[in-house]
């Protein structure tokens, strides 16, 4: 049973920064990409970042390119989100999920399985 449990949310100022951890267990973690998505009330869910298997292919989306950072321990089973210069429309439920296989996509439909999230709330 694949568990992906992720911490580190919480309410920041605007132009803050955050780092968010996942801790991932009951799959040989390394050999799969990780992503991290968001959801924010009323909205769909949306790709922030993801990263193959091997740390040496990181995807971003947009909104997110040059402030967020993607990274991951493989010897730990951890993936991590740095978030600076944060904005309000930064805020959402962002969950990490474990990739189909080894290289990253920026698809949902291509994540096999996802933790349950946590809040980040920015205010301005």
């Known amino acids: 049973q694949v568990q992906l449990v992720e911490s580190g949310g919480r309410l920041v100022q605007a132009g803050g920064s955050l780092s968010l951890s996942c801790a991932a267990s009951?799959?040989?973690?390394?050999?799969?990409?990780m992503g991290w998505f968001r959801q924010a009330p009323g909205k769909e869910r949306e790709f922030v970042a993801a990263?193959?298997?091997?740390?040496?292919?990181?995807y971003y989306a947009d909104s997110v390119k040059g402030r967020f950072t993607i990274s991951r321990d493989n010897a730990k089973n951890m993936v991590y989100l740095q978030m600076n210069s944060l904005k309000p429309e930064d805020t959402a439920l962002y969950s990490c999920?474990?990739?189909?296989?080894?290289?990253?996509?920026?698809?949902?439909?291509?994540?096999?399985?996802w933790g349950q999230g946590t809040q980040v709330t920015v205010s301005s």
């Open positions: 999920a474990l990739g189909r296989g080894p290289m990253p996509t920026m698809k949902g439909e291509d994540y096999d399985y």
């Open positions: 009951g799959r040989t973690f390394s050999a799969y990409a």
């Open positions: 990263i193959s298997f091997g740390r040496t292919t990181t």
